[in-house]
């Protein structure tokens, strides 16, 4: 099942598909490791859903919520 990064809740894991950003918020996430075929767990959630804290290639990232929504993973069966 895909689902963006920002309907992702705590604990849950997914492979990278696909990022539908365009210009500097892409070039951002691909220079942050965010490219497709990376892991990513979500570590932590804001109450209001902005920001969120992912790890990702060994290292801990924090993302705001209109970037998340642009990274596109598959998830993984429990």
Same mark, same amino acid.
């Given at each position: 099942?895909?689902?963006?990064?920002?309907?992702?809740?705590?604990? !849950? @894991?997914?492979?990278?598909?696909?990022?539908? =950003? %365009?210009?500097?918020? @892409?070039?951002?996430?691909?220079?942050?490791?965010?490219?497709?075929? =990376?892991?990513?767990?979500?570590?932590? @959630? =804001?109450?209001?859903?902005?920001?969120? %804290?992912?790890?990702?290639?060994?290292? %801990?990232?924090?993302?705001?919520?209109? %970037? =998340?929504?642009?990274?596109?993973? !598959?998830?993984?069966?429990?």
């Amino acid at each position: 099942m895909e689902k963006t990064l920002d309907q992702f809740s705590i604990g !849950e @894991k997914g492979t990278v598909k696909r990022v539908l =950003a %365009e210009g500097k918020i @892409k070039r951002r996430l691909f220079d942050m490791g965010i490219t497709p075929g =990376a892991d990513i767990y979500m570590r932590k @959630k =804001a109450p209001l859903g902005d920001p969120i %804290e992912v790890t990702l290639r060994g290292y %801990e990232l924090t993302l705001r919520k209109n %970037e =998340a929504i642009c990274v596109t993973l !598959e998830v993984e069966d429990k």
